[in-house]
């Protein structure tokens, strides 16, 4: 696609639910990494993929948290047994891992836990 | 870890005004890229500096990287109704991998 897809948009989970965020990132890119962005802050690092390799994943809050992409291309981020603290909007980005490496964001997918 | 801070937090300014917001982080930067955020969207690109000393205009906006590559800022002049948003400043960690520290945002209103 043109841009980078985040599906669902919106995300309502009720507290110990498990829930599981999409990321199709622009076609050919190499990079993908996963951000949260709680209310009126800035975006904050979880992961970070190179193909399907996840090269670095130290912003994971906590071992409830997984992400994979395990082609490559399509990329996962699960949260298991879902906290209020976790309500955030959550944003993937692509970038193509040559010349000035732009990250490209998604729209994000806003999860808020009840 | 890495932190990077952004002044001021919050910027009313008239319209036509001009606005500056200046960003400093706690170490030396690869690179140092602004996003501009509108309320309700996502972060957009609008530039990369690489140099130390780096100054780059698109239109009425400036950015300065400085020589330290670890403090950076944007100006806009003559400020729009259009202007109106979050502007952060992210840069990944000299020596450090591709992933983006974020500033801490400066956000912007337009008095008409």
């Known amino acids: 696609g043109a841009g980078v897809s985040q599906s669902p948009r919106y995300k309502v989970a009720k507290r110990g639910q498990d829930v599981a965020l999409r990321c199709d990132p622009i076609s050919g890119h190499v990079s993908l990494f996963w951000y949260q962005q709680a209310l009126g802050q800035g975006p904050e690092f979880l992961t970070y993929f190179q193909n399907e390799a996840q090269l670095d994943k130290s912003g994971l809050p906590s071992d409830r948290f997984f992400a994979e992409r395990p082609e490559g291309s399509v990329s996962t981020l699960k949260i298991q047994r879902t906290q209020q603290e976790d309500s955030a909007v959550y944003l993937c980005?692509?970038?193509?891992?040559?010349?000035?490496?732009?990250?490209?964001f998604g729209a994000g997918t806003r999860l808020s836990v009840l | 870890g890495q932190q990077v801070m952004q002044i001021p937090q919050y910027q009313h300014v008239q319209e036509g005004e001009d606005f500056t917001t200046y960003c400093n982080s706690s170490?030396?930067?690869?690179?140092i890229q602004w996003y501009k955020q509108r309320p309700g969207g996502h972060p957009v690109f609008l530039i990369q500096?690489?140099?130390?000393?780096e100054v780059k205009k698109q239109k009425r906006l400036t950015f300065q990287f400085g020589e330290a590559k670890k403090n950076s800022s944007l100006h806009i002049t003559a400020t729009q109704t259009t202007d109106v948003g979050t502007y952060f400043c992210?840069?990944?960690?000299?020596?450090?991998?591709?992933?983006?520290?974020f500033g801490t945002g400066t956000r912007l209103t337009i008095i008409p």
């Open positions: 992210a840069g990944p960690q000299m020596g450090g991998n591709e992933k983006l520290t």
């Open positions: 980005a692509s970038s193509p891992n040559r010349g000035p490496n732009i990250q490209y």
């Open positions: 500096l690489v140099k130390s000393g």
């Open positions: 170490t030396t930067l690869s690179n």
